[in-house]
């Protein structure tokens, strides 16, 4: 669930990455395991204010935060950009609201673990199709298989929660393919920070209304604010310094576990438990990833 953040598109690692001292592997290793857990404490957060703001204001405020962050960081000269340049930025700005709040909502429909498995059939849709290798084809394979086991009729099946939780996948894939188009045509992180001001102010008129709806407690906006700030702040600064020390590969790679942290901290923080099917489904989400980023040369 990035994008938030750990949303923004990936830098690119240097090539200095891959003669990177082992110390400084290793501290990237610590950070990414500290970004993943950072990640899903925030989702998990976030969704005890629940209750008080609804997925709508939680997200409301989560994406302030973002934008102050990303704002902060980047520096877009806003007043520099062209109808060319601001055309993605305002896709990408709608595109990360509605991801957002779709992941949101599907966390408080379905669980943490089973949203965050959904969403991240986004990124991992797009890397399978842009691949041509037969063992690509048995990872999108295995990968359906184990959306098929998650999403299997039960009495209990919350449709409209799981297809949420695909909304948010298409739009995390959108999210990246516009990402790029983004960098392409404005330097830096400006681009993204833009996206995320626009759409911090998108949300202004939801986070009145809810103010004026339900009146927030201390405790709610707290955990808001903390959702922001660790789905968010951490995860794009901590992805900053781990891009220079590890490789995009072993990157990759971790970035695939990220489901399974969400099960776990959604198991151990809001004691949400699954069963053996869906632990399974998600562990064939995560297998398939895995297999075509480690799989895959150059």
């Given at each position: 669930?990035?994008?938030?953040?750990?949303?923004?598109?990936?830098?690119?690692?240097?090539?200095?990455?891959?003669?990177?001292?082992?110390?400084?592997?290793?501290?990237?290793?610590?950070t990414m395991v500290g970004s993943g857990l950072s990640n899903q404490t925030g989702a998990a957060l976030g969704s005890l204010a629940f209750p008080v703001l609804g997925p709508l204001g939680v997200v409301?405020?989560?994406?302030?935060?973002?934008?102050?962050?990303?704002?902060?960081?980047?520096?877009?000269?806003?007043?520099?950009?062209?109808?060319?340049?601001?055309?993605?930025?305002?896709?990408?700005?709608?595109?990360?609201?509605?991801?957002?709040?779709?992941?949101?909502?599907?966390?408080?429909?379905?669980?943490?673990?089973?949203?965050?498995?959904?969403?991240?059939?986004?990124?991992?849709?797009?890397?399978?199709?842009?691949?041509?290798?037969?063992?690509?084809?048995?990872?999108?394979?295995?990968?359906?298989?184990?959306?098929?086991?998650?999403?299997?009729?039960?009495?209990?099946?919350?449709?409209?929660?799981?297809?949420?939780?695909?909304?948010?996948?298409?739009?995390?894939?959108?999210?990246?393919?516009?990402?790029r188009t983004v960098g392409q045509r404005i330097p830096g992180a400006g681009g993204s920070a833009a996206a995320a001001g626009v759409s911090a102010l998108m949300f202004l008129p939801v986070g009145i209304?809810?103010?004026?709806?339900?009146?927030?407690?201390?405790?709610?906006?707290?955990?808001?604010?903390?959702?922001?700030?660790?789905?968010?702040?951490?995860?794009?600064?901590?992805?900053?310094?781990?891009?220079?020390?590890?490789?995009?590969?072993?990157?990759?790679?971790?970035?695939?576990?990220?489901?399974?942290?969400?099960?776990?901290?959604g198991l151990v923080g809001l004691g949400q438990r699954l069963g053996w099917a869906e632990w399974a489904g998600i562990g064939a989400v995560v297998a398939a990833n895995s297999l075509s980023i480690a799989?895959?040369?150059?």
């Amino acid at each position: 669930m990035r994008p938030a953040p750990a949303s923004v598109d990936r830098p690119q690692p240097s090539s200095a990455t891959a003669t990177a001292p082992e110390g400084q592997r290793f501290a990237g290793v610590v950070t990414m395991v500290g970004s993943g857990l950072s990640n899903q404490t925030g989702a998990a957060l976030g969704s005890l204010a629940f209750p008080v703001l609804g997925p709508l204001g939680v997200v409301a405020v989560r994406q302030y935060v973002a934008a102050l962050v990303l704002l902060a960081v980047g520096r877009p000269g806003l007043h520099r950009f062209t109808w060319w340049q601001w055309r993605p930025v305002l896709l990408l700005a709608v595109v990360f609201g509605t991801m957002n709040l779709s992941l949101y909502t599907a966390i408080d429909r379905i669980g943490l673990g089973l949203a965050v498995t959904l969403e991240f059939l986004g990124p991992l849709t797009i890397a399978l199709a842009a691949a041509r290798r037969r063992t690509d084809a048995c990872c999108a394979a295995v990968a359906a298989a184990g959306v098929v086991t998650l999403m299997r009729p039960q009495p209990s099946t919350d449709y409209v929660g799981m297809g949420l939780g695909l909304l948010a996948a298409v739009c995390w894939a959108s999210y990246i393919l516009l990402n790029r188009t983004v960098g392409q045509r404005i330097p830096g992180a400006g681009g993204s920070a833009a996206a995320a001001g626009v759409s911090a102010l998108m949300f202004l008129p939801v986070g009145i209304a809810v103010v004026l709806h339900r009146p927030p407690t201390l405790s709610a906006v707290g955990y808001a604010v903390a959702a922001g700030v660790l789905s968010s702040a951490v995860p794009y600064l901590a992805d900053l310094f781990t891009l220079r020390r590890v490789p995009a590969q072993a990157f990759g790679l971790f970035m695939s576990v990220n489901p399974v942290l969400a099960a776990v901290v959604g198991l151990v923080g809001l004691g949400q438990r699954l069963g053996w099917a869906e632990w399974a489904g998600i562990g064939a989400v995560v297998a398939a990833n895995s297999l075509s980023i480690a799989t895959r040369r150059g």
